[in-house]
């Protein structure tokens, strides 16, 4: 911990760090963030991973960023918060937005978009928003950076589980 708030977004504040120095700590945050999750430590994770984002950002690469707040849509998902789910999940889709190379990160962020909206009980919007990822996993994608996580059919298939077994849906 004393390591990673080192280089947190307040700690590198105004500093001339390189791009890649950014990318690099919001991905150490970003793997962090998971195993706070997977400890049982949300609010841990939460912090882990708004510090990501903000590393993110400074680091340019848009992508990361996106996936960052997919991270917590999932996280948001979790807790049961449907709004705070939604909101990271378009919020990530926002910043691809004028990136059509990402199809496998939008493809995540539609997603969990769906998680949201089926914890919310919208199941048509869940529904169409299932198929908008189907499409975005088949677009081309560009080469991507070693931080990422990968997405594929597989992942796409445990999402809509998850969906489908909301007893919303």
Known sequence: MAHLDRFSPRAVEGGSWPRRAFAVAASMHEMAGWMAHDSGSPRLADR???DAVGLAERSGETGLSGQIRGSLSHLASHQGE????I?????????LADDRTDG???ARLFALHARGLALAGKA???HSTLQR??????APNAPRAEWF??????????????VCSNSAI
């Open 48 to 50: 882990h991973f708004r």
């Open 82 to 85: 449907a709004v705070a789910a």
């Open 87 to 95: 909101s990271h999940a378009v919020s990530g889709l926002n910043v």
């Open 104 to 106: 496998l990160t939008r």
């Open 124 to 126: 048509d919007e869940c």
């Open 133 to 138: 990822a189907e499409r975005a996993l088949t």
């Open 149 to 162: 996580s990968p997405f594929d059919a597989t992942s796409l298939q445990v999402d809509v589980a998850a």
